[in-house]
């Protein structure tokens, strides 16, 4: 259900008007429902009930400390990518003891903290990263949990930029190199193989190829057991795409129905093959937590009509919403107040200074300089992704909670974004 609803004409966050909290925060300002992002999780959570499994949610797609302490409060683990992040899952009260650290470039200072801070596992993607890896913990007298991040090669079917299992990607280790890779792992001393893991890409609409992906995850851990490598979890990676409005583009799947298809492929395979021994299962799930629980609330500055095209000039931008100028992404476009008259066809652009500065292309909008646009569906890859290019101050962040909307994020202003800096003596 869509925490953002229209009431009395005006486009709601649960029980907030986005028109009060512009005038009350100002814009750009992304809002985010917190009965929205409790909901989402709990879609995962509740398919997990009774089960060996955990909730890792890939904290890249929103950090904001008040997101992930309202998850880790629900029990959630994390999926961390940098050494900031791990402390940033501290900072909110999160557990390192369930969190998991993927990334093709860690770096030693990152494995010496996440080791000191005893988190779950290392998910490796290469063999110089291992060698790396069992350095840093024999220096340290510890010995390092990992799961190699393996690429099934499965076509995920979606943007090539966020296609990550197939052979061309920078990531993982390539199925047909695996069991080589979990020999020489097995054999550093440093090391305690415990896992294996992928993560085939992201906005995939099926599950099909994540079932794909998860038969040869299978396949292999039998190949592994043969050789006296025994693995305790098997992680399915991210990737449960969200609806972002586009017409055919609608997830086929819910999220409980996916994760009963993993356990019940799970299960069979234990019962099978596997000698019933158990297996935890991971979920590394960012764009399904946290999309659709936020917009990007932002005002009309101009209306410009052109020869070609009529532009709509709002004051955020791709600094603070960058999928449309990466990804070439489609973002729904609201009013948060409808008003009447003719609707006129306008791209949706920022005041930067790039022709890739745009928000949305091709809407009709009735809006007047001095409106409101929400930009719908801004949870996940919004404001992590932001910069201060143009030296613009990134967003504020509000968490609406019922009637009462929450700042936890309040804006920068410009002297903050040049106070690191020094002139020349
Ligand atoms: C980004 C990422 C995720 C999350 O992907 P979503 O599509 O947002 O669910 C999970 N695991 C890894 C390794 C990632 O890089």
Not at 104 to 113: F, I, P, S
Not at 320 to 334: K, N, S
């Amino acid at each position: 259900m869509s925490q953002f609803t229209i009431q009395d004409g005006v486009l709601h966050a649960e029980g907030v008007s986005l028109s009060a909290i512009a005038e009350r925060f100002g814009t750009p300002t992304y809002v985010y429902s917190k009965a929205a992002l409790l909901e989402n999780f709990n879609a995962y959570h509740d398919a997990c009930q009774g089960r060996d499994a955990l909730v890792c949610y890939a904290m890249k797609a929103n950090s904001n400390l008040a997101v992930l302490d309202l998850l880790a409060r629900q029990g959630a683990g994390f999926d961390i990518v940098s050494g900031g992040e791990l402390l940033r899952v501290i900072a909110a009260g999160g557990d390192p003891g369930k969190t998991i650290f993927s990334g093709v470039g860690k770096t030693v200072e990152e494995m010496q903290l996440a080791l000191e801070k005893g988190i779950l596992c290392f998910n490796v993607e290469s063999i110089p990263e291992l060698h790396r890896l069992n350095e840093v913990a024999g220096k340290l007298g510890m010995r390092a949990p990992v799961s190699l991040r393996v690429n099934p090669n499965v076509d995920a079917k979606t943007h090539p930029y966020i296609a990550t299992g197939l052979k061309a990607n920078k990531f993982g280790v390539a199925f047909d190199d695996a069991l080589d890779t979990y020999r020489s792992a097995a054999a550093l001393p440093n090391l305690d193989v415990v896992g294996i893991d992928c993560h085939i890409g992201s906005q995939l609409l099926d599950d099909a190829p994540l079932l794909e992906a998860l038969d040869k995850l299978i396949e292999l851990i039998d190949t592994l057991h043969g050789e006296g490598i025994h693995i305790h979890h098997l992680d399915m990676g991210g990737g449960i795409g969200v609806d972002y409005g586009v017409a055919g583009d609608k997830p086929a799947v819910p999220v409980g129905d996916y994760l009963t298809r993993v356990f019940a492929r799970v299960d069979a395979w234990r019962a099978e093959k596997h000698e019933g021994r158990p297996i935890k299962v991971i979920f590394e799930p960012g764009r399904s937590i946290v999309a659709d629980t936020g917009v990007l609330l932002t005002k009309i500055e101009y209306l410009k009509p052109g020869v070609e095209k009529n532009f709509c000039i709002v004051d955020a931008a791709m600094n603070d919403l960058m999928r449309p100028a990466l990804y070439e992404a489609w973002m729904d476009v609201q009013q948060v107040t409808a008003r009447a008259g003719e609707a006129v066809t306008y791209d949706v652009v920022g005041p930067v200074c790039e022709s890739g500065d745009w928000l949305a292309r091709e809407r009709a909008l009735t809006a007047q300089p001095g409106d409101l646009l929400a930009i719908m569906t801004a949870g996940a890859y919004g404001m992590t992704m932001a910069s201060n290019y143009n030296t613009r101050g990134r967003a504020a962040e509000i968490i609406v909670d019922g009637e009462e909307a929450h700042l936890v994020r309040r804006r920068e202003t410009p002297a903050e974004l040049f106070a690191l800096e020094t002139v020349l003596k």
